[in-house]
Nanobody
Framework: QVQLVESGGGLVQAGGSLRLSCAAS????????MGWFRQAPGKEREFVAR????????GYADSVKGRFTISRDNAKNMVYLQMNSLKPEDTAVYYC??????????????????WGQGTQVTVSS
């Protein structure tokens, strides 16, 4: 069993930055592919970013490419999402997720078995 706890959300003005953190429990965290998803009101949950166990196979949604950076620290069981140049359309609940299979290209919700409770990010214009 893996437990994921996100933090770092909040209210920020357009053009600002936030850094989300995800703390993971479990001895096998370092073998998982980790992802960030988001869900805005009235919309489906969407993929944001992905990172494999070794820090490779980075993947980003087109909407955040060049603005967001995913990273991880396996020694601390942490995953991060640095969000720069935030836009009002980035407003959503952001979720951390874990894919125990260590998939190379995991970007679908069903590929992730474990989810955090989410953290709210609100970007004002």
């Amino acid at each position: 069993q893996v437990q994921l706890v996100e933090s770092g959300g909040g209210l920020v003005q357009a053009g600002g930055s936030l850094r989300l953190s995800c703390a993971a429990s479990g001895r096998t965290f370092s073998t998982y592919t980790m992802g960030w998803f988001r869900q805005a009101p009235g919309k489906e949950r969407e993929f944001v970013a992905r990172i494999r166990w070794n820090g490779g196979s980075l993947g980003y949604a087109d909407s955040v490419k060049g603005r967001f950076t995913i990273s991880r620290d396996n020694a601390k069981n942490m995953v991060y999402l640095q969000m720069n140049s935030l836009k009002p359309e980035d407003t959503a609940v952001y979720y951390c997720a874990a894919d125990p299979s260590g998939g190379y290209y995991s970007r679908r919700s069903y590929e992730y078995d474990y989810w955090g409770q989410g953290t709210q990010v609100t970007v004002s214009s």
